[in-house]
């Protein structure tokens, strides 16, 4: 298996997912709740971007950021909830991401973190990134439903 070509496929392929995701959906869904313990697009997009930002930052060998949690969840921040607000900080997160992937060779994506104490490879941070950009593509979409849309948006 390529590694390089792999990582950067996989990456491209579920941030442009996730953004026609995105596209799709209306203003309102960017703060809308659905019950008193769902957390809004906003909510949802201030995760994928902080968790994007954390591993972007420890593949890069930087002190990652501190997490923005309340009550065990990460929210949005106050303010942050226009649709092109967050599509621009999902754009800007992801950006920052693929720029770091693209950067790394075989022998990087094969090798340990420096500093993991489970000894995980660059290729298999890359992959959860994917899972988990993935997992809250599909909250995305159901949500999506929720309003009554039920069309495929992923071009």
């Given at each position: ?7 950067n ?41 902080d ?37 621009a ?7 920052r ?14 090798s ?44």
């Amino acid at each position: 298996m390529d590694l390089v070509k792999t990582a950067n496929q996989n990456l491209e392929q579920v941030c442009t997912m996730f953004r026609q995701d995105l596209d799709a959906l209306p203003e309102e869904a960017f703060t809308q709740g659905f019950g008193g313990t769902t957390r809004t697009v906003a909510d949802i997009v201030t995760e994928v971007n902080d968790v994007n930002d954390y591993f972007g930052a420890k593949l890069r060998g930087e002190e990652p950021p501190t997490w923005n949690l309340d009550d065990g969840w990460v929210r949005a921040p106050e303010g942050f909830n226009k649709k092109t607000d967050v599509i621009a900080a999902f754009v800007q997160s992801t950006d920052r991401l693929k720029s770091t992937v693209a950067g790394f060779s075989a022998e990087v994506l094969d090798s340990p973190i420096p500093g993991d104490s489970n000894g995980r490879t660059y290729y298999s941070r890359i992959s959860f990134l994917v899972s988990h950009l993935m997992y809250h593509s599909g909250q995305l979409n159901y949500i999506q439903t929720l309003l009554g849309d039920s069309e495929w948006h992923w071009k």
